[in-house]
């Protein structure tokens, strides 16, 4: 059975970071593209940064500059370094690996993330 498990959210003050964590299992995904999305109260899922096997990177204009994506293929995991936090970062953090679209893909269960101000 394939799984994604994310971990590391939690609450935080603005201008802090935090570090998440994607572990996967049941499968390798180490030829996937694999990325971070999140979704606030209210609002529909977005798209936060995204990692191809080659170690690729891209990122949101609204999270370039603070976030840092990463992987490692020998854990079979991902990561997202969040510096720098806002109070409008807060949201569940999804993982997410596809070797197609996104919404065809494997999606872990969220975590969520809160920056006070």
């Known amino acids: 059975q394939v799984q994604l498990v994310e971990s590391g959210g939690g609450l935080v003050q603005a201008g802090g970071s935090l570090r998440l964590s994607c572990a996967a299992s049941?499968?390798?995904?180490?030829?996937?593209?694999m990325g971070w999305f999140r979704q606030a109260p209210g609002k529909e899922r977005e798209f936060v940064a995204e990692?191809?096997?080659?170690?690729?990177?891209y990122y949101a204009d609204s999270v370039k500059g603070r976030f840092t994506i990463s992987r490692d293929n020998a854990k079979n995991a991902m990561y997202l370094q969040m510096n720098s936090l806002k109070p409008e970062d807060t949201a569940v953090y999804y993982c997410?690996?596809?070797?197609?679209?996104?919404?065809?893909?494997?999606w872990g269960q969220g975590t969520q993330v809160t920056v006070s101000s």
């Open positions: 997410a690996a596809t070797s197609s679209t996104w919404s065809s893909g494997y």
């Open positions: 049941g499968r390798a995904f180490s030829s996937y593209p």
């Open positions: 990692i191809l096997a080659t170690g690729s990177a």
